[in-house]
């Protein structure tokens, strides 16, 4: 009879409180709420298109309870532009779950930092000191190794007798070309050989990374109901051992660092480095640095690979646009040379191919949800201190009302009209906006045009044999990243002449 009582007492305990704000507060309208779990029986897993269809019904700001907690989801651009820059300061806190909390040393890092002295300092660092442009452009090498690293190894497995005719799975060479840049740009390390086989610290960074994804999704229900946490343990040693296994890794790699620094007499531009070398400058903790290493992996591992997945994905399903930016190419960098980042501003086409794909598949289609540290109004409607609010990125960039066909596919949109996508037009989204706005986002834009351009350079693309185009499947995994529910098979057939497939190293 216990078990039955306290659910009881939980649900009224609910129903006064969900009375008690409805009643206090003009709330945005949505789906009825069920005491305790609120609507999380009724979300759909893929989460992004669940709150689009409910913001038909209930209009573009809509409340949604994860258990107790009100989460606001807006899904047009005035309402994101009220979010992101009107009302900024006052929702630019950060909703932490229990494993955030303990992945980021409680808001040690820029990620799950809430807003005040240490996020301004450590995104003073980002913006000023690891994302300028000089520094993108001396590790620019990096990049373009990688991605011919990539050209090569799809080439090699072409031409190999046993794959003639067979398709590729695409996301294999993405993941390999983001995994690499990621490592190489944080650590400064490539943990890969050239005969693809991975090093000790390269299987022991991957089996942390698995292991934080595991931790990270065994909290998903209780993280949402705290009447019930007693029942969803919190497993502190788990999480304590996978925290000292990271930073044991991440720790070898500094000393590693700073050994070599003191044998050369300076420092190169891996983010390690400038991080430990503007350590007493910005009076920068150890978990600070290694948090912030850390949200740069999480960050830049799987979107770049994403994001150049869906675009070949759309290309395929539209040859016109394929082959219009093969022209492009072949006309710039003709057949006697790759392509490498500085072509890019004579490539607009190019450009536009990678911006309508990450309009109509945001790597992270929902944004991070901002906390408000005060009550708020937005659209009319109260959000009352500590609420959760969402930006639905995906709807805001499928929009009828301000797009013109929004489902096509169409890259001569951005012909038509310059858009920009780094946080000042509230129409497209993808990197956010405000004072959380991504502050990697050009070297995001830069490794995914240059995959793009590279991918279309050297192959063309078609469905495995029996599919057609539209038969593609274009549907999306749950998840905070939308990665494609059936990852991509396609056909490349190379466009140029075999001795441009080879990769130079770049060892920097």
């Known amino acids: 009879m216990a078990l039955p009582l306290v659910v009881i007492t939980l649900a009224f305990i609910f129903l006064v409180y969900y009375l008690f704000q409805k009643f206090r507060f003009k709330l945005p309208p949505g789906p009825r709420p069920l005491p305790v779990v609120g609507n999380l029986y009724d979300i759909k897993p893929v989460r992004f298109r669940c709150f689009a269809e409910w913001a038909e019904t209930y209009g573009p700001i809509i409340s949604v309870w994860f258990g107790s907690t009100l989460n606001v989801i807006v899904t047009n651009a005035e309402l994101a532009k009220e979010v992101l820059k009107e009302h900024d300061q006052q929702l630019a806190d950060r909703h932490r779950s229990r494993s955030a909390a303990k992945f980021s040393r409680d808001g040690k890092d820029l990620i799950w930092a809430d807003y005040g002295p240490h996020y301004v300092k450590v995104r003073k660092v980002c913006t000023l000191e690891l994302f300028t442009p000089k520094r993108l452009e001396a590790l620019r090498p990096i990049r373009e190794d990688e991605v011919t690293a990539m050209v090569e190894s799809i080439y090699n497995d072409f031409i190999n007798p046993d794959n003639i005719g067979k398709s590729l799975l695409v996301k294999k060479y993405l993941g390999a070309v983001a995994f690499n840049n990621i490592t190489r740009l944080a650590f400064g390390k490539r943990f890969v050989n050239s005969e693809g086989i991975m090093d000790e610290q390269g299987k022991e960074f991957k089996a942390i990374v698995a292991n934080g994804l595991k931790l990270g999704a065994s909290l998903a229900m209780a993280e949402h109901i705290p009447w019930l946490r007693w029942m969803f343990r919190l497993e502190e040693e788990a999480f ?88 492009e190419l072949d006309r710039i960098i003709g057949s006697e040379r790759v392509m490498i980042e500085s072509d890019f501003s004579s490539l607009p086409y190019l450009q536009c191919v990678a911006k309508e794909s990450l309009r109509l598949h945001p790597p992270t289609p929902l944004m991070l949800p901002h906390r408000a540290n005060t009550n708020v109004k937005i659209g009319g409607y109260d959000i009352p201190k500590g609420s959760n609010v969402h930006v639905n990125v995906w709807a805001v960039a499928r929009d009828p009302t301000v797009w013109k066909n929004p489902l096509e596919f169409r890259p001569e949109r951005f012909l038509e009209e310059d858009v920009d996508m780094k946080g000042h037009d509230f ?3 993808p990197f956010g906006a405000g004072r959380r706005v991504c502050p990697g986002a050009q070297l995001g834009i830069n490794l995914v045009t240059s995959m793009l351009g590279h991918l279309l350079h050297h192959f063309s693309w078609a469905p495995p044999q029996g599919i057609k185009p539209e038969e593609i499947d274009m549907g999306e995994n749950p998840g905070l990243v939308t990665y494609m529910r059936t990852p991509l098979q396609a056909v490349p057939t190379p466009r140029l002449p075999s001795h441009l497939y080879k990769r130079v190293a770049a060892d920097i």
């Open 240 to 327: 304590a051992k996978h925290g000292q296994r990271r930073d044991r890794l991440t720790r070898a790699i500094m000393e590693e660092h700073t050994l070599a620094r003191q044998k050369s007499g300076g420092a190169k531009q891996h983010f390690v480095d400038a991080l430990l070398t503007l350590q007493e400058k910005y009076d920068l903790s150890e978990d600070t640095i290694i948090g912030l290493l850390w949200d740069m992996i999480t960050a830049g591992m799987d979107t770049t690979a994403i994001s150049a997945e869906w675009a070949i994905a759309e290309l395929m399903k539209n040859p016109r646009v394929q082959q219009k930016a093969q022209e």
């Open 427 to 429: 129409r497209l989204l």
